[in-house]
T-cell receptor, first 111, second 111 residues
């Protein structure tokens, strides 16, 4: 099935650093969703984006809906140990009733 | 807050058993989904439903069936469990293509 291209697949950073990850698609999306998943838990919705060009923040997290509607970005500023986990992008392609997901970005933080 | 609740966090079943995984959401969402998640393979869609008694196959429906008799409940059925169905199972509900929420996950082990 269709998947989003999410990069990077993994990141190893120092506490306090900023983090950037992105997702791209060959299809147009009307909604972009960003999730975080802790080990053994279900993904938790962090940010939802609904308009091309939209920039939305949730604490130290900022996400943007790309102008072309085929990409999205997530930034985490001043990372802390509890940011460790897997981050997923997702969305329903235009006209579809189901979600497609990126492969995930595994974030590891060295204290 | 939206709640998606999966009936079990951990299950251990024997090969050949019929297994039921239950998912309930409390926000009157039309669309519900079942995914399995395996290391290195990301989230793979098994089945989804966009209305009561309606179901659609996802990317990996073989060995599974589903039931949606009431809007709030979506059940995943493993007709005859096999060891290759050992996995993390995630249920999600989607509101009008805008936001999707996940349950806490069920880790199923088939022995």
């Amino acid at each position: 099935g269709q998947q989003l291209n999410q990069s990077p697949q993994s990141m190893f950073i120092q506490e306090g650093e900023d983090v950037s990850m992105n997702c791209t698609s060959s299809s147009i999306f009307n909604t972009w969703l960003w999730y975080k998943q802790d080990p053994g838990e279900g993904p938790v919705l962090l940010i939802a984006l609904y308009k091309a060009g939209e920039l939305t923040s949730n604490g130290r997290l900022t996400a943007q809906f790309g102008i072309t509607r085929k990409d999205s970005f997530l930034n985490i500023s001043a990372s802390i140990p509890s940011d460790v986990g897997i981050y997923f992008c997702a969305g329903p392609p235009q006209g579809a009733q189901k979600l497609v997901f990126g492969q995930g970005t595994r974030l590891t933080i060295n204290p | 807050d939206v709640k998606v609740t999966q009936s079990s966090r951990y299950l251990v079943k024997r090969t050949g058993e019929k297994v039921f995984l239950e998912c309930v959401q409390d926000m009157d969402h039309e669309n519900m989904f079942w995914y399995r998640q395996d290391p290195g393979l990301g989230l793979r869609l098994i089945y989804f439903s966009y209305d009561v008694k309606m179901k659609e196959k996802g990317d990996i429906p073989e060995g599974y069936s589903v039931s949606r008799e009431k809007k709030e409940r979506f059940s995943l059925i493993l007709e005859s469990a096999s060891t290759n169905q050992t996995s993390m199972y995630l249920c999600a509900s989607l509101y009008r293509g805008r936001e999707a929420f996940f349950g806490q996950g069920t880790r199923l082990t088939v022995v």
